[in-house]
């Protein structure tokens, strides 16, 4: 994604085209993006050799999920209607893992019946209502145990997820209670120990300290794991002044942590895989002008990207055709939704602007379309795939007749 001759292109076609065509405001993703960050994603770790399930949560297009599934990567989903879209792309069972704090009865049960991979567990009561369906089954089924490892990953508060005082997996007491009680049973397996300490991570620092965690309570536990699902997390460059995270040092700790303990890797890239690969593209409706602020009113809200109002993120946001000429003001690019958390990006400075004009907002291809919403009763954004020269619609702009 660059500038030719001051228009900002996708591949090799203009986003301004691309929002005429279509309309705003509009999704759109780079599939030879998305090509890229699997193959630099698999290079990076292959002398681990990971199974890569690729995290549904962070981008659930049926068509975006079969690129993904051709390139054999799998899937790690955390309710039954993720499992079913992975399943309707393709992904084979056997790569798909099934994690999240509260699966319901039929959930569990719906898992067991397509003989998914792992199914990661998060209670002691999740754990007895998979042995009820094991017995109704007669099957022995294979589970993970989710450890809460006490880390803080350093990544945004509403984002972190490997804490105590947070609601995922177990605590190690609770965790080495449960080894001891089931490591015997006639009805199930536990062939993996699960992790995951948060999101947007972008230091290889807290992967080593949850790697350390890891090995001492293996050796607590005294039991041979198949399977060490590390998780996700893996952060991108949202802006100039973002690090990335180092994959090749996160590689090197675990290639050590595999020095002692035997056993296969399990990698959930989500971020890592979509984010930089889509763009929101918004029409400015109105611009405001206050003696101090330049208010840029589009026609993208919150409840097409919640991001911003949620964690407080920023996306970079660019204009379609590049003009040199620059107004010193603070612009706040805002939506038209009836609440002040209603806004994108404040910067002091950016390009002249004028009414009508077609603006990108960077880095969405993840947790932006799977986090919209009808609110105020706006319609959800259509959904564009790009490659090269060709463009495909790979979800329809809602009308609001269906809606109502």
């Given at each position: 994604?660059?500038?030719?001759?001051?228009?900002?292109?996708?591949?090799?076609?203009?986003?301004?085209?691309?929002?005429?065509?279509?309309?705003?405001?509009?999704?759109?993703?780079?599939?030879?993006?998305?090509?890229?960050?699997?193959?630099?994603?698999?290079?990076?770790?292959?002398?681990?050799?990971?199974?890569?399930?690729?995290?549904?949560?962070?981008?659930?297009?049926?068509?975006?999920?079969?690129?993904?599934?051709?390139?054999?990567?799998?899937?790690?989903?955390v309710?039954?209607?993720?499992?079913?879209?992975?399943?309707?792309?393709?992904?084979?069972?056997?790569?798909?893992?099934?994690?999240?704090?509260?699966?319901?009865?039929?959930?569990?049960?719906?898992?067991?019946?397509?003989?998914?991979?792992?199914?990661?567990?998060?209670?002691?009561?999740?754990?007895?209502?998979?042995?009820?369906?094991?017995?109704?089954?007669?099957?022995?089924?294979?589970?993970?145990?989710r450890?809460?490892?006490?880390?803080?990953?350093?990544?945004?508060?509403?984002?972190?997820?490997?804490?105590?005082?947070?609601?995922?997996?177990?605590?190690?007491?609770?965790?080495?209670?449960?080894?001891?009680?089931?490591?015997?049973?006639?009805?199930?397996?536990?062939?993996?120990?699960?992790?995951h300490?948060?999101?947007?991570?972008?230091?290889?620092?807290?992967?080593?300290?949850?790697?350390?965690?890891?090995?001492?309570?293996?050796?607590?536990?005294?039991?041979?794991?198949?399977?060490?699902?590390?998780?996700?997390?893996?952060?991108?460059?949202?802006?100039?002044?973002?690090?990335?995270?180092?994959?090749?040092?996160?590689?090197?700790?675990?290639?050590?942590?595999?020095?002692?303990?035997?056993?296969?890797?399990?990698?959930?890239?989500?971020?890592?895989?979509?984010?930089?690969?889509?763009?929101?593209?918004?029409?400015?409706?109105?611009?405001?002008?206050?003696?101090?602020?330049?208010?840029?009113?589009?026609?993208?809200?919150?409840?097409?990207?919640?991001?911003?109002?949620?964690?407080?993120?920023?996306?970079?946001?660019?204009?379609?055709?590049?003009?040199r000429k620059?107004?010193?003001?603070?612009?706040?690019?805002?939506?038209?939704?009836?609440?002040?958390?209603?806004?994108?990006?404040?910067?002091?400075?950016?390009?002249?602007?004028?009414?009508?004009?077609?603006?990108?907002?960077c880095?969405?291809?993840?947790?932006?379309?799977?986090?919209?919403?009808?609110?105020?009763?706006?319609?959800?954004?259509?959904?564009?795939l790009?490659?090269?020269f060709?463009?495909?619609?790979?979800?329809?702009?809602?009308?609001?007749?269906?809606?109502?």
């Open positions: 994604m660059n500038y030719k001759k001051n228009n900002f292109h996708i591949e090799n076609i203009p986003i301004e085209k691309i929002a005429k065509k279509f309309g705003t405001p509009t999704y759109c993703y780079s599939l030879s993006t998305i090509k890229k960050n699997i193959k630099k994603f698999k290079n990076n770790f292959k002398t681990i050799n990971p199974l890569i399930c690729f995290s549904v949560k962070s981008n659930s297009n049926l068509f975006i999920l079969k690129e993904i599934k051709k390139m054999g990567v799998g899937a790690d989903v309710s039954k209607g993720e499992l079913l879209i992975a399943l309707k792309a393709g992904i084979n069972p056997k790569k798909i893992v099934f994690s999240g704090v509260g699966k319901t009865y039929e959930e569990l049960k719906f898992a067991i019946e397509k003989k998914i991979l792992l199914i990661n567990v998060e209670s002691e009561s999740e754990l007895n209502q998979i042995e009820k369906i094991s017995k109704i089954k007669k099957r022995k089924i294979d589970v993970g145990l450890l809460n490892p006490n880390i803080d990953a350093k990544t945004l508060k509403k984002i972190s997820t490997g804490k105590n005082e947070e609601k995922f997996g177990l605590i190690q007491k609770s965790f080495l209670k449960i080894i001891e009680k089931f490591k015997n049973s006639k009805n199930l397996k536990i062939k993996c120990l699960s992790v300490i948060g999101s947007q991570i972008t230091n290889h620092r807290p992967y080593e300290k949850m790697l350390n965690v890891l090995s001492s309570v293996i050796k607590k536990a005294d039991y041979n794991f198949e399977y060490i699902d590390l998780g996700g997390g893996m952060g991108i460059k949202y802006n100039e002044n973002t690090k990335v995270l180092n994959y090749k040092k996160y590689n090197s700790i675990i290639k050590k942590f595999l020095n002692k303990n035997k056993t296969k890797i399990i990698l959930e890239p989500g971020r890592s895989i979509v984010g930089n690969s889509g763009l929101l593209l918004t029409k400015i409706i109105y611009i405001k002008e206050t003696n101090k602020i330049n208010f840029v009113i589009l026609d993208a809200a919150m409840n097409d990207l919640i991001r911003p109002a949620l964690y407080g993120s920023k996306h970079r946001i660019i204009a379609s055709k590049l003009n620059i107004k010193r003001k603070k612009h706040e690019f805002v939506g038209p939704i009836c609440e002040t958390t209603d806004k994108f990006l404040s910067l002091s400075k950016f390009q002249s602007l004028k009414e009508k004009d077609i603006l990108a907002i880095d969405v291809g993840a947790y932006g379309m799977v986090l919209s919403s009808n609110y105020n009763l706006r319609t959800k954004p259509a959904e564009i790009i490659n090269k060709s463009l495909k619609t790979i979800t329809r702009r809602q009308k609001l007749n269906t809606i109502i």
